[in-house]
């Protein structure tokens, strides 16, 4: 699986839109991106994934660039209680391997 | 659904003894995960099953450590003897195999081993 990259923090405004970026330079063509968060003492929860076009769900959107060597999950109105940790991970659909997690980035949605 | 339960949701017990953790996948998703979380090593995975079988166990940091899953339902993880750097939390994950890749999580077990 493609080795990511991103931010170890980010702050955000409430009500603002969070941007929270990703790089995936070695990202195969079969590969798909996976955005995960995990909230303080709870288990990881999926957010949503895309493979070249942009997604939408009723949590966010992910902007997937062109190359596709980069993305962005957007949170378009952060709210106090999406302050968490957010993994974004590449792999391969179709299998059910494990998920690998690496660092992620820490939202804290201000006040 | 009620989603993935997992029990107890906190254990602490000492070193030596035996723990087991119990685990309760989403009805109908014939993946199921083990993972461990530390400060150290983040999220890991330790063991997976299919269908009740499982298929990769490479994660499992040594014979102390055993997982089963005799029924679709069902799923346990022991640890006999306990050490104290066992002490992390255990998440047990479940998925759809057509869509493998959303796992759903549970609220883990908060292990400490003194």
């Known amino acids: 699986d493609a080795k990511t990259t991103q931010p170890p923090s980010m702050d955000c405004a409430e009500g603002r839109a969070a941007n929270l970026p990703c790089n995936h330079s070695t990202i195969s063509g079969n590969e798909y991106v996976y955005w995960y968060r995990q909230i303080h003492s709870q288990g990881p929860q999926y957010i949503i994934h895309g493979l070249k076009n942009n997604e939408t769900n009723e949590m966010a959107s992910l902007i997937i660039t062109e190359d596709r060597k980069s993305s962005t999950l957007i949170l378009p109105h952060a709210t106090l209680r999406d302050t968490a940790v957010y993994y974004c991970?590449?792999?391969?659909?179709?299998?059910?391997?494990?998920?690998?997690f690496g660092s992620g980035t820490q939202l804290t949605v201000l006040p | 659904d009620a989603g993935v339960i997992q029990s107890p949701r906190h254990e602490v017990t000492e070193m030596g003894q035996e723990v087991t953790l119990r685990c309760k996948p989403i009805s109908g998703h014939d993946y199921l995960f083990w993972y461990r979380q530390t400060m150290m090593r983040g999220l890991e995975l330790l063991i997976y099953?299919?269908?009740?079988?499982?298929?990769?166990d490479s994660g499992m940091p040594e014979d102390r450590f055993s997982a089963k899953m005799p029924n679709a339902s069902f799923s346990t993880l022991k640890i006999q003897p306990s050490e104290p750097r066992d002490s992390a939390v255990y998440f047990c994950?479940?998925?759809?195999?057509?869509?493998?890749?959303?796992?759903?999580f549970g609220p883990g077990t908060r292990l400490t081993v003194t």
């Open positions: 991970i590449v792999r391969a659909a179709g299998s059910a391997r494990q998920l690998t």
């Open positions: 099953f299919n269908n009740n079988v499982p298929i990769d």
């Open positions: 994950a479940s998925s759809l195999s057509r869509r493998s890749s959303e796992q759903y």
